[in-house]
């Protein structure tokens, strides 16, 4: 079964950091551009960031670029997206999701994982 | 890197057609075939319906189509059925390598 599984969401206090995890499995993880979207409670979707299949290339939001790192590592069939300096406005659940053919078609999504950023 | 403008709601009977609409600038719809659509049930993650403007990913009925003219996308349903009820929302690749989304619009099937 094609699925993606995220992780490592929670409580944190504004200025913290997190590691969200996405783990792929079903397909050939490393064959796919990856991508994280968010939605904050009761809004509508944000793309946050994305990665090509080598990790070689990274596009970021600029609400988020200097802030939020995104990574993968293909030997794991791993999505990662590393949040340091996290503010309110991060408060969110948080989607990984799998590029279709790199061309934002997003097929593949996880269930998500929440974030709440609150002290 | 501004939202792409939907309504925030339409509605129709079932059986009958409705579109929603999604505008952007040459930045983005206007300036790259790009567009896919979204369909998103309360608590559920979204589930692509339309890619590249008109395409359709497998197992989506061909009740779902897309289209595009200048700066602005639409995704038509036609015979509307209850399970149809849901938001939307399109999606752009824009400059710069990002993508951005619309806001979303709410599907009432009366």
């Known amino acids: 079964e094609v699925q993606l599984v995220e992780s490592g969401g929670g409580l944190v206090q504004p200025g913290g950091s997190l590691r969200l995890s996405c783990a792929a499995s079903?397909?050939?993880?490393?064959?796919?551009?990856m991508t994280w979207v968010r939605q904050a409670p009761g809004e509508g979707l944000e793309w946050v960031a994305n990665i090509n299949q080598d990790g070689s290339k990274k596009n970021y939001v600029d609400s988020v670029k200097g802030r939020f790192t995104i990574s993968r590592d293909n030997a794991k069939n791993s999505l990662y997206l590393q949040m340091n300096s996290l503010g309110v406005e991060d408060t969110a659940l948080y989607y990984c999701a799998r590029d279709l053919a790199g061309v934002g078609a997003l097929d593949i999504w996880g269930q998500g994982t929440m974030v709440t950023v609150s002290s | 890197q501004s939202a792409l403008t939907q309504p925030a709601s339409v509605s129709g009977s079932p059986g009958q057609s409705i579109t929603i609409s999604c505008t952007g600038t040459s930045s983005d719809i206007g300036g790259y075939n790009y567009v896919s659509w979204y369909q998103q049930h309360p608590g559920k993650a979204p589930k692509l319906m339309i890619y590249?403007?008109?395409n359709r990913p497998s197992g989506v009925s061909n009740r779902f189509s897309g289209s595009k003219s200048g700066n602005t996308a639409s995704l038509s349903i036609s015979g509307l059925q209850a399970e149809d009820e849901a938001d939307y929302y399109c999606t752009s690749y824009a400059s710069s390598n990002i993508w951005v989304f619309g806001g979303g619009t709410y599907l009432t099937v009366l």
């Open positions: 079903g397909f050939t993880f490393s064959s796919h551009w």
């Open positions: 590249e403007v008109t």
